[in-house]
């Protein structure tokens, strides 16, 4: 009857009157109505109590619907959100069809839904192998950020049901960690350093971005900072930037998004104020299509 009406196994006498499984005693101590103490004297002619029927009720429920699971990982990967753990239930074993429900953490309505392949987890049927799936329990899986999961705080569901939308009998699990998915940082840069020394210029610094792939040519475009014309272009070598990419894992190639650019000054900028842009480019000569980063500071005045 406990499974039957989903409650949790709790004896009565053991949480002050509260609970799902009650003896006649305890109905006469808590709530009155009668004076029946049963079946404390029953039990006790065999050295027996309450205590142990109770961990006899607790052994059988366990035994008759397990259902555990862990969240190994929620987090924002880039333009992804990575969900990833295990979910082993006895009922999964009349119930094929396996989602992940994507859910709004402070209403409870549901966001999405992701139809997922279980994986085999070793580890988890080693600790749980009395439970009839655990062996093909885990999930992986990375949803697209979308419109309707930025800007939410969201939670997780695993399921397993019988109807191949997701709907139907089912046995849920609801993951309690909670994360807020903020809009996702698409490029960053800074530009370390500027130098003008003896008619030469070396410009240092990074530029990471999601639109950079497919872009392997890379410039730097020298600008009059008062009127924006192009003064000039120079291509950039590429420097290793692991510390770059430890802090904007999510931005593709920040690794490699270092650059230095050494160039002679000509006659064009003698006398003005010059900023730069950093520049990916599918074509060799930096123009075609391009993603830019306009720096704002460190400009250089060309004497």
């Known amino acids: 009857m406990l499974h039957q009406y989903n409650l949790t196994p709790s004896l009565a006498q053991n949480n002050n009157g509260v ?38 009720v607790q052994q059988y429920y366990g035994e008759m619907n397990k259902n555990v699971a ?28 396996s989602y992940i429900f994507i859910m709004d953490a402070d209403t409870n309505r549901e966001i999405q839904r992701v139809k997922v392949d279980r994986t085999r987890r070793d580890d988890v049927h080693n600790a749980y192998a009395d439970v009839p799936n655990s062996i093909n329990s885990g999930f992986s899986v990375d949803v697209p950020l979308t419109n309707s999961i930025i800007g939410h705080r969201i939670r997780i569901i695993s399921r397993y049901t019988d ?17 807020k998915v903020d809009k996702p940082i698409e490029s960053a840069a800074s530009l370390d350093s500027v130098a003008y020394v003896n008619g030469n210029l070396s410009v240092r610094g990074w530029f990471a971005d999601n639109q950079s792939v497919g872009k392997p040519y890379r410039y730097l475009v020298a600008l009059d900072a008062t009127n924006n014309h192009e003064l000039g272009r120079y291509q950039m070598a590429t420097v290793p930037r692991p510390d770059v990419g430890t802090i904007y894992n999510g931005i593709a190639n920040t690794g490699q998004s ?21 520049r990916y480019s599918d074509t060799p000569n930096g123009n075609g299509n391009t993603s830019d980063y306009f720096f704002t500071r460190n400009s250089v005045t060309i004497k």
Do not use: C
């Open 19 to 56: 609970g799902t499984v009650w003896s006649h005693s305890n109905i006469s101590h808590y709530l009155g109505g009668t004076d029946h103490t049963d079946p404390d004297a029953y039990f006790a002619k065999y050295g027996y109590d309450m205590n142990q029927f109770f961990g006899l």
């Open 258 to 278: 270092g650059f230095v650019a050494n160039m002679s000054v000509n006659s064009g900028m003698l006398g003005r104020n010059v900023r730069f842009i950093a």
């Open 163 to 179: 109807d191949f939308r997701g709907n139907g009998n089912s046995v849920d699990y609801g993951f309690h960690k909670a994360i």
């Open 70 to 97: 862990s969240l190994n990982n929620l987090s924002v990967s880039g333009n992804n959100l990575h969900i990833s753990g295990w979910h082993a239930a006895t009922e999964s074993t009349i119930k094929p069809y």
